[in-house]
């Protein structure tokens, strides 16, 4: 069983930035592809980014892109993610996921999920 942790996120003002970080439990974390996925309230989870095992490849989603950026640190087992000029329309609780199984952009080909983190960005 992987565990996954988010940590960060919080309130900021329209136009800031914040960091978000996922941890995974496991040794073999550095053989996964890693996703965030975000859900507004009354909407479905969404596709935000991933990173693959390597941390090599990035790919986003285009409400996201040029915004939002991930790395990961292998040693330290944990995936990080920088946004950048937030708006409102960013407000959602932010889940990391582990351990994908296809293009890494749908909720179901992920395996192991955090409880997520909240990023609230005022007008």
């Known amino acids: 069983q992987v565990h996954v942790i988010e940590s960060g996120g919080g309130l900021v003002q329209a136009g800031g930035s914040l960091s978000v970080s996922c941890a995974a439990s496991?040794?073999?974390?550095?053989?996964?592809?890693m996703g965030w996925f975000r859900q507004a309230p009354g909407k479905e989870r969404e596709f935000v980014a991933a990173?693959?095992?390597?941390?090599?490849?990035?790919w986003y989603a285009d409400s996201v892109k040029g915004r939002f950026t991930l790395s990961r640190d292998t040693a330290k087992n944990t995936v990080y993610m920088e946004m950048k000029y937030l708006n409102p329309e960013d407000t959602a609780v932010y889940y990391c996921?582990?351990?994908?199984?296809?293009?890494?952009?749908?909720?179901?080909?992920?395996?192991?999920w955090g409880q997520g983190t909240q990023v609230t960005v005022s007008s």
């Open positions: 990173i693959s095992w390597s941390g090599e490849s990035t």
């Open positions: 996921a582990a351990l994908c199984r296809g293009s890494c952009r749908q909720v179901e080909e992920f395996e192991y």
């Open positions: 496991e040794r073999t974390f550095s053989s996964y592809a």
